[in-house]
């Protein structure tokens, strides 16, 4: 009777025992869910600071080729004026 009585002690602590090892593990998945969630929003940001920034960069590509094609028309319209202006520079009247 009394190594029954033990038996079953025995059996509850370690029943008790991994009862509270399944606390801890669940404790431990919270967290690291939590965490995921974390990780998960941090990747939303993210994205969509890159995604601005991408069309910031398409922004900033169209305005610099709208340029260049000015400079290029105003240098093929005007070249006529620049290359008078620097001939006078490079012969002085006397």
């Not at 033990?6 to 869910?33: H, P, R, S």
């Not at 080729?65 to 400079?71: F, P, S, V």
């Not at 070249?79 to 002085?92: K, R």
Request: glycine share 8%.
């Amino acid at each position: 009777m009394k190594r029954l009585a033990g038996a079953a002690l025995v059996l509850t602590l370690v029943l008790a025992g991994c009862g509270g090892e399944e606390n801890q593990a669940e404790k431990d998945l919270d967290k690291i869910n939590n965490q995921i969630g974390d990780l998960e929003n941090k990747i939303k940001n993210l994205k969509s600071e890159n995604d601005q920034l991408e069309k910031n960069i398409q922004i900033k590509e169209e305005e610099l080729q709208k340029l260049q094609e000015t400079e290029r028309s105003g240098q093929t319209g005007g070249s006529d004026t620049s290359e008078d202006e620097s001939s006078e520079e490079e012969d002085p009247e006397p």
